[in-house]
């Protein structure tokens, strides 16, 4: 993205986007994601949010870090490390996935996408290059990171397919959920556009090289202009993930390389992704240790939705049971417009996710005028996602 | 695969494998061992170098050798004989005026002064009462940090605290200081010869890749007297008569041996270990695998690196195996003479703990040292057979030599026996006109013929963050692994190499534990 021989310079990289982000970020509000400089919003985030769910929403995926994996051993490989079965997927399909180390605790979460039978490429939130090369010994394949050869923009919200139309991917009209084509977008060129996102919303990601992205960005803003196709930044962008109830590495759940204290590492089944374990497909890593978390009943933790009462969003807010034992802590929160029900995301101690029934408090510290108000608020479990509009899946889309 | 005939294969005929076997077998287990060599014994082989003259090919010397081994499959009826029972060792000068410690580990010495003798006999006196704290250790499981191990283990780490307590409050507050601190600082503090400083100096460094001023480099000289007190002894017919006489006891222990048998692949059904496939495509069945191969070795090419989980996969390329030590054979036409030196005695050439040092600098950088230092036996001074009548054969250990040097071991290799060879002019003069033949084999040479990555001594430097439940690696310390029915049980293992079969030995106690 710019010449690292400058990093001291310039320590944040910038996106192949930057130009036009810059131009619209009017606040100038900025902040590191995977060291590139990214927007946190662009002036208005309640319409940003607006944009997500009531038309269209345009986000920067760039900096996501990305990694080729190819060779005729690729799916093998990637059956070995990750948790679900990555050679069942089929080409032209994306998989939510994960990777745990030899203790089952997870690395990190992300996409895989199968671009060809040979041809993988893995998105995730942080890197891992070593890992994935140290896994990869005795197979046959190569593994590049290509996180500034790929740049990506995230096009979501109930608008998001009439805005492809419009820009010349009418012909996406057939593809579903997790599922790539290759398309031309007039000026734009060639891209790849998968139908997948991070708002839970109707939306597609549109992958190109960075020396066509402003092409890219400009034609959808001019295509997308009728449909109010607006930018949004992460501020926005963090309210929707959390109605979907998406997790993010190193937010939600710590990064078992980078985990410090020994009790803050989590197998899948604590943060909500033990559905993914695929225990039938053979040998993966972290499985023993899974599979003997499970039989010893020596998980310890979970991930869960919450509804909390008021409209004070409870971010770092701990967790008691009776109001009186720690039990947990909210590890996302926010107020959300489109449910408007106060969400959070949050680890806690088992058993109590599944038998704290209405036991639930979360101490909140609401600052006012330089003063905290402590508030005690009551919390419910339930289900995520929190909001799943049925437009999501509806193949062909509609046209809003 | 058919069903198993053997409870266990073990993977190596070396001292280990053959401990492990004499073991398992008397304990019931039908056994296999299978060696890639034409006869067993791995770094115990003696053999002909140059027509007529043989030699040990690679460990020369005794200092190790498991005692619960030699009591329970007693070799020695199967020929087992010492021709030396406790061999002197004189630290040569190139002047003459050598320096001979007897008995064990220099319980008397000549040729020093009075004052020095009697500091001397403290340091002695000292380092084996603080190898006897360590000793209990390498007869046991390493237990793991926080908790003990099964019950055996637990009295053995009794022993070591009793042993530790009854030092008494000076002395152990001493061997807390000596723990960590390099055998430099306590031959300069504590001796004041160049010859016997030096001498030590060698003996803690053998083997390994530190000199004398690296951290611990104590740890591994009382890691050596922890062997046998500092006992040196020879067997009758050289190393490979010790191996022929381990392997006859441990077929009359009923364990079956094949060599000739190079095993190329671990099998596995995806969870467990359920036999081997050879070179020649034979496969056979055991409830068990027992490598004594190497560590890295056993689980990257046999069992194959997808078999096992990515964080040992890690841990097992960082181990570090760094060979510093070369082998030289000499075929003589007459004896040398070491300005008066006796040859029966274990010859050694580091006239200071600073030569030592001075030799190891090279090796840090890829170089041989162009002064190295060595320790030399002379077979034919205890049995004449080794050579034609009136010749001599020598057998030398020299360091430092790296395992990869710049410039690569083609263009090397002359340069470096030519250095060996003026360190031996020095001492023995008129050496270089009886040589008839020379073998030398590098640290690379080493590892080829023997599978001793990276020409490792010990398989895997022994060094403090190498031992105990660190040693091969975190999670494969205790002789099982993550892969259930394959287990390690070679010098990669604690406590470490030389010809002793303690890993062997403590594996079987686990497995029979675990069966
Ligand atoms: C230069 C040098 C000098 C040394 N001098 C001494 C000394 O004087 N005294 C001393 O005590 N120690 C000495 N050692 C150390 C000693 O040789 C080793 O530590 C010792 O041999 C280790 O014993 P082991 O049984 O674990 O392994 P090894 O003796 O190496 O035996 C392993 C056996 O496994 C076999 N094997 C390996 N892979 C396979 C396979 N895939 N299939 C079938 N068989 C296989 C090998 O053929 C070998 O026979 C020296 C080492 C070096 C490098």
Known sequence: MNDLRHHFRTPLMRSPFHPRVAAANVLNAWAPWAGVTTALNFGDVAMEHSAIRNSASLYDISPMIKYAIEGPEAAAYLDRLTLRRASGLPVGAVQYTAWCNDAGHVLDDGTLFRLGEDRFRLCCQERHLPWLQDSAIGFDLSIRDETEAIAGLSLQGPTSFAVLSAAGGADLAGLKPFRLAEVHLGPAGPVMVSRTGFTGDLGYEIWTTPDRALDLWDHLMAEGAPHRLRPVGTEALNIARIEAGFIIANMDFVCAEQVLRPDRARQPDEIGLGWMVDLDKGRFNGRNAIRAARAGDTLRWALVGLDIDGNVPAEGAELYLDGKKAVGQVTAAAWSPTTKRNLALAQIRRPWHRDAGDRLRAEIYALRELQYHKLMLPARIVDRPFSSPKRRRATPPGMF | MPTPSFDAIIIGGGVNGLACAGRLAQAGQKVLVLDAADTPGGGALTGEFAPGYRVDGLAHLVTHLDTRMLAALKPERHGLDWAVDAMATTALSSDGGHLTLNGAYGEAVQGLEEAEAQRWTALRGRLLRHTEILRPLREITPPL???????????????????????????????????????????????????????????????????????????????????????????????????????????????????????????????????????????????????????????????????????????????????????????????????????????????????????????????????????????????????????????????????????????????????????????????????????????????????????????????????????????????????????????????????????????????????
């Open chain 2, 145 to 515: 940090p926080g908790k003990g191990g099964g019950k055996g283990n637990l009295l053995a780490l009794g022993r070591a605290g009793l042993n530790l307590r009854r030092l008494g409050r000076e002395e152990m507050q001493e061997f807390l200081r000596m723990i960590l601190i390099n055998v430099h600082d306590v031959v300069q503090e504590d001796l004041t010869d160049d010859r016997l400083r030096g001498l030590i100096a060698f003996d803690a460094t053998l083997g390994a890749f530190l000199g004398p001023r690296s951290p611990n480099s104590l740890f591994l000289l009382w890691h050596r007297l922890s062997g046998d007190a500092g006992r040196i002894r020879w067997p009758r017919g050289g190393m490979g008569a010790l191996a022929t006489a381990l392997a006859e006891a441990v077929r009359a222990t009923g364990a079956e041996l094949r060599c000739a048998a190079r095993v190329d692949r671990v099998l596995s059904d995806g969870d467990r270990a359920t036999g081997v496939r050879l070179e020649s495509g034979e496969e056979i069945a055991a409830r068990c695998v027992i490598s004594t191969a190497n560590p890295r070795t056993t689980f990257m090419d046999l069992l194959g690196a997808r078999q096992i989980e990515t964080g040992l996969v890690r841990r097992l390329t960082n181990i570090r195996m760094r060979g510093t030590a070369a082998k030289l054979h000499l075929a003589l036409k007459g004896a040398p003479d070491f300005r008066g030196a006796d040859l029966r005695h274990r010859l050694v050439i580091a006239p200071s703990s600073d030569a030592v040092e001075n030799a190891f600098n090279h090796v840090k950088y890829g170089e041989f040292s162009p002064a190295p230092v060595m320790e030399i036996t002379c077979p034919t001074a205890h049995d004449p057979g080794f050579a034609p009548d009136g010749h001599h054969v020598l057998s030398i250990v020299a360091q430092y030599a790296p395992y990869s040097p710049r410039g690569g071991w083609e263009a090397g290799r002359d340069a470096l026996q030519a250095a060996i060879l003026k360190q031996l002019e020095a001492h023995a003069p008129g050496i270089g006109e009886l040589i008839t033949a020379v073998e030398l084999l590098t640290p690379a040479d080493i590892a080829a013929r023997h599978g001793l990555v990276g020409g490792s001594w010990h398989q895997g430097d022994l060094a403090v963050e190498q031992m105990l439940f660190m040693r091969p690696a975190v999670g494969i310390a205790r002789y099982a692994t993550p892969v259930p029915g394959l287990w390690l049980a070679g010098a990669g293992s604690h406590p470490g190499g030389g010809i002793s079969g303690t890993a062997g030995w403590n594996a079987a106690n686990e497995i029979l534990g675990a069966a």
